[in-house]
């Protein structure tokens, strides 16, 4: 829960109501508002007040008397006389969770606003304060008074809605991110969990129960420490882009966002986590760099389009010198490549022009040998190689002219930003 209290520094009273104000006042005279709804119709004209008391003055002056009591309101019905009871709603629905930044919203009945800017309409003011924005900043006053926690709109924990009609608070949490980079040293390891086909996700005969294809992920073996650590429901895994399963990703590794789904702990100890992180994963994935982060970097993650490094193990009977003039040939040219069939679940069909950017011969030994190509960002490095029955043009076993296998795949970079 929080903790610490804002200081309120009250606002210099400015309140000169002109005369279209005090007819508006005398034309609403009889409608049976209490002060806050009376008050409200001169919501924005001036400041430093607020409505009942607005209401009280312009009374005064126009020697109206009293409002009427809040219960028999025609216009909220007395909800603003029970905002505690909102309050305590409020904080009993967010109980268990860790909060220090909030929003307040409400849901009315759609009827009762109509009829409140009908009333506007019939009174004729100008000034007036919708029942719910009022409704909402007044209950974000008492909540800050009650928690300390601080109210506003920019990067909530938690939006609690009062739901009128129903008489209860709905809260929504916020999820906490945190990116990093991983390594990924295991050939066997998906990057996000990846539900059975046949019963999509619901445990069937043919995943054994689990209702994965995988049994884990590198978002489950990360994941799994910080939801523990949090209390969180669940995990969304953002990388930037994804290796394929039998590749591995070494060098600084690969940027990623993971989404902790409605945590119940939101001060995390990343050297703790990340320690259990370690424990968790046993050496097949590894993360540095892990740090808080927000919903724009899983944009950013998301849309950076970097070159990437590999290398490349091929199979095939090629002399060096061979290699090596392919090698000059393919590196800068345009490379038309269809859409892969193995991806075709995933993405449309259609040509796209790319470029090896850089490429070097590593090693060679009897039949087989070893590349390291950089490539640009969408680049299908395997059928590049192999050329996948036509549908990359020109590839390497075209430009070497025997047919050629990938034996293995690494990612060596991402190139987000520079090594340094
Ligand atoms: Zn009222
Ligand atoms: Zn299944």
Redesign the pocket.
Known sequence: MPSRVAARVPEPVVFEPPDTALAVARRAADRGLCAECFGRLFGRLGHGLSNPERAERIRGALGLGPSLPAAECPLCGGTFARLDVWVDRAVRAAEGFEWHRFTCGSRWDPELLAREEALWAEVGTEWGESARAALNRELGKRIEARTGASGGPESPDLVLLADLPVGRVETTVLPVYLEGRYRKLDRTLPQTRWP?R??RG???E??GGT?KTYPTSVEELVGEALVAATGAEGTRFHGMGREDIDARMLGRGRPFVIELRRPRVRSIDLAAAGAAIARTAAGRVEVDGLKPATALDVVRVKEANPEKSYRVGVIGEVPVAKVNEALSLAVARAIAQRTPTRVAHRRSDRVRTRRVVAAHLVEATEGRFTLEVRTEAGTYVKEWVEGDGGRTEPSFAALVGVPLKVEFLDVLEIHDSEVT
Request: aromatic share 0%; charged share 35%.
């Open positions: 059975c046949r019963c619901r445990g069937c043919r995943c209702g």
